[in-house]
């Protein structure tokens, strides 16, 4: 049984930073990509980024390079989310994923273990 538990989410005015940890436990695989999602109110749920395990190879959706930062802690079997330079159109909630395969894929589909979620709001 995998378990990922989010944290760090919370309301902040814009060009603010935010930070979201997701800690995994249980069942680890040899090949693993960590990603975020995040889904706002009426939307469909949409990749933010990922990184693999092992390698620490990264990947960012276009709206938020260069203004967020995903990382790992292999010791600590957790991935974090910087968040930068936030805008009203981030609002969302925000999930961790875990994925048993060490290539990046961006569709919700491809990842086999999903968090709670974690509300993160935009204020203007």
């Known amino acids: 049984q995998v378990q990922l538990i989010e944290s760090g989410g919370g309301l902040v005015q814009a060009g603010g930073s935010l930070r979201l940890s997701c800690a995994a436990s249980?069942?680890?695989?040899?090949?693993?990509?960590m990603g975020w999602f995040r889904q706002a109110p009426g939307k469909e749920r949409e990749f933010v980024a990922a990184?693999?395990?092992?390698?620490?190879?990264?990947y960012y959706a276009a709206s938020v390079k260069g203004r967020f930062t995903i990382s790992r802690d292999n010791a600590k079997n957790a991935v974090s989310l910087q968040m930068n330079s936030l805008k009203p159109e981030d609002t969302a909630v925000y999930y961790c994923?875990?994925?048993?395969?060490?290539?990046?894929?961006?569709?919700?589909?491809?990842?086999?273990?999903w968090g709670q979620g974690t509300q993160v709001t935009v204020s203007s």
């Open positions: 994923a875990r994925r048993d395969r060490s290539i990046i894929i961006t569709a919700t589909q491809s990842y086999d273990y």
């Open positions: 990184i693999t395990w092992t390698g620490g190879t990264t």
């Open positions: 249980g069942r680890t695989a040899s090949s693993t990509t």
